[in-house]
């Protein structure tokens, strides 16, 4: 049963394989074959996300998940549905998993995987606030997306302070060209609409200095220098 459970399995036959396997798990659940079975009954609950039915059977069995291998198996269909871009199926998952597990393993990266979700859905208030629980966070891969999604949405929403922090917290952690040029443009954007002007004449100067940025950008932070040294009474300078 074991060999054609897989047989099953393979041909895209789940609802038959799964019974193939759950007749020898319900058999003898603790010898090596009803292990095996377990295994595979597990693996198949965990890639259809049916964490939920998963749970129920083998408590039915009398067999204990344990709260990490639960953990675990809960997350790793949100992480499937994001790397899927199944967008539509990730917001209720990672809804059940934050709602689950409060202090799980993988709690930064569900809120991010749902920040992504939002964003698309150009839900800016629900993205932010998960872009910003991941940013209260040790540093991780996801950090840096986080910054600039976060910086982004502020001053697109004319918060001007707070994107100028990320801004700052991204001129720290910037991987490649794009994420520099954004950071450097969006920081003097940010010290213009803020009337920093000590601060505007020194990230135009660097905006200027920055070769890979392009000749409008170049324009506009001439002028802003510009500006930033009359308004300082820095005429002759201007």
Partial sequence: LLQMGMIYY?????????????????????????????????????????????QEYFSKLGVSLGNSALDSVTFSVVKSDYLQQNFAKLLPDANEYIGKFPNGMFLAQAHFYRAECYYKQKNDDSAIADYRYVLKTPKSFYTVT???RAAQTDYTRQNYAEALNYFNELGLMYQDETQMIFERTGKMRCDNFLIRYDDL??????????????NDTHA??????????LQKQQNDAA
């Fill in 10 to 54: 393979n041909d895209g036959q789940n609802d038959s394989a799964l019974h193939a396997w759950q007749q020898v798990a319900d058999k003898n659940k603790n010898s090596n074959e009803g292990r095996e079975a377990l295994a595979h009954i597990k693996m198949l609950y965990v890639s259809e996300g049916k964490v939920g039915t998963m």
């Fill in 201 to 214: 004449i020194g990230a135009a100067g660097t905006v200027i200095t920055t070769s890979q940025i392009n």
């Fill in 146 to 148: 986080c910054l600039m």
């Fill in 220 to 229: 506009e932070a001439y002028f802003l220098k510009a500006k930033g040294r």
